[in-house]
Each structure stands twice: as C-alpha cells, then as structure tokens.
C-alpha cells in the first residue's frame, strides 16, 4: 500500500481555503481576489495529477474516470 503524500494534502487544503477566500472577499479587495485566483486551477490540477498517476488502473478506466468517454 502507498503512503499518502501529506504535501499535496496541504496543497488541497490552501487551494480550498483559497475558493473561500475567492467567494467571500468577491471584487471588494483586488489583491487578495487575484492571489486566490490561481486556487481553482491548482486543485484542479492535484486532483488530475492523483487521478492519472495512479499505475493500477488501466487506461481506459483512467480515461472513463475522467469522464472523456
């Protein structure tokens, strides 16, 4: 069994925070509305990278959990 990688534990857990941080503060403070743009498209990307780096799933059930086919 793998361990689990606490780092991009920690990655999600900002990212999220960070989604907050977008829906709450809205286009009332710039600055911090900007710092937490990049939020959605960094879970996003930690997400696909724990989905397709898995080496047990076949390829096809990659592509079929990634909802391409």
Do not use: Q
Request: charge should be positive; aromatic fraction near 16%.
């Amino acid at each position: 069994m793998k361990t689990r990688n606490c780092n991009l534990d920690l990655i999600k857990c900002l990212a999220c925070l960070g989604v907050v941080g977008l829906h709450s503060v809205g286009m009332v403070n710039y600055t911090i509305y900007y710092l937490c743009g990049i939020s959605v498209p960094l879970f996003f990307m930690v997400n696909g990278y724990l989905m397709f780096s898995r080496s047990s799933l076949p390829y096809f059930m990659r592509f079929e959990k990634s909802g391409i086919f």
